[in-house]
């Protein structure tokens, strides 16, 4: 197997992957062999029947099919590990070649963690919290004018503004792999709203004034802001050094009312997922905390 890797702009890896003819030959022998293991035919015992009937009625192409998925799930896990690539997309995989008779050629394309460039984050979120105030005092001059009533509430900073003043102060490049799967899910998201209120997405986007294209890229730029934001975060709670006991984690199921949900998050992946979402909004309270101190006004 021959491994080429060479690198796309942003964090992007392409991977090019030539596997012997040999190889591809050998691998199809045993997908037909387990297919003949399976497969049923009339009278023959299980197992027993020739190789050439067991083709016919599987189908070459199916099997083909297997023999293909076989060495993809084979050689990509090899030269990730090999060379020490660690995805956090799934591959965008494109067969260039695939002849029985000759070697076969793929390429998969990956995202790869950004690297992550964060600014006076805390300076850029106490500006952003001074603009509120200032905003806040200008309307209450405009209230005395009018003799209303002047809004002396706390001025409060919501997630969404520490996350606007985080995404302010950083550069990120992230992937376009990345990004069109978000985009993907936020999309199926909406189209399984829509559908739930027995509307179409022509009649939608009518509604919203809106083309598919012009709709695709908002959604394009709400996902690159969704996974810039993640990365951030995430990285945030490491410099903060952000901790979450596991107690906060049972805390959190218990709290969850329906049982079969609770089992399901009782998984140590889906327990490492809470804790992930705890440890955010521990960052963002504490975020919060700080720009709300002592040394602002209320």
Do not use: C, W
């Amino acid at each position: 197997m021959q491994i080429k890797i060479e690198k796309e702009p942003k964090n992007t890896i392409k991977i090019t992957i030539s596997i012997e003819n040999s190889k591809v030959k050998e691998e199809y022998e045993k997908v037909v062999g387990e297919a003949v293991k399976e497969t049923e035919i009339d009278g023959f015992r299980k197992g027993t029947a020739p190789k050439e009937m067991v083709i016919n009625k599987v189908g070459e192409s199916n099997l083909l099919g297997n023999t293909l998925d076989a060495l993809l799930k084979i050689s990509y896990p090899q030269a990730l590990k090999e060379n020490h690539i660690y995805p956090v997309s799934n591959p965008k995989v494109e067969i260039k070649e695939f002849d029985m008779n000759k070697d076969l050629e793929f390429t998969a394309l990956v995202a790869v963690k950004p690297e992550i460039k964060i600014g006076d984050y805390k300076k850029e979120i106490d500006h952003k919290y001074t603009e509120y105030k200032e905003r806040r005092k200008k309307e209450n001059e405009e209230k005395l004018k009018k003799g209303e009533k002047l809004d002396d509430s706390h001025i409060h900073m919501g997630s969404n503004e520490i996350i606007e003043a985080l995404l302010a102060s950083s550069e990120i490049e992230i992937s376009d792999l990345l990004i069109e799967e978000e985009a993907d899910r936020l999309i199926s998201r909406l189209v399984n709203q829509i559908q739930a209120v027995n509307l179409s997405m022509d009649t939608y986007l009518k509604s919203q004034n809106k083309t598919s294209e012009q709709l695709r890229k908002e959604y394009e730029k709400a996902a690159e802001n969704n996974i810039k934001a993640e990365f951030m975060l995430n990285h945030l709670v490491e410099k903060e050094k952000i901790d979450v006991e596991e107690k906060e984690v049972n805390d959190m199921i218990s709290a969850i009312g329906d049982e079969n949900t609770r089992k399901h998050f009782e998984d140590p992946i889906q327990r490492l997922y809470i804790k992930s979402i705890l440890q955010k909004n521990k960052l963002i309270s504490k975020l919060i905390e700080e720009t709300e101190g002592e040394k602002h006004e209320h």
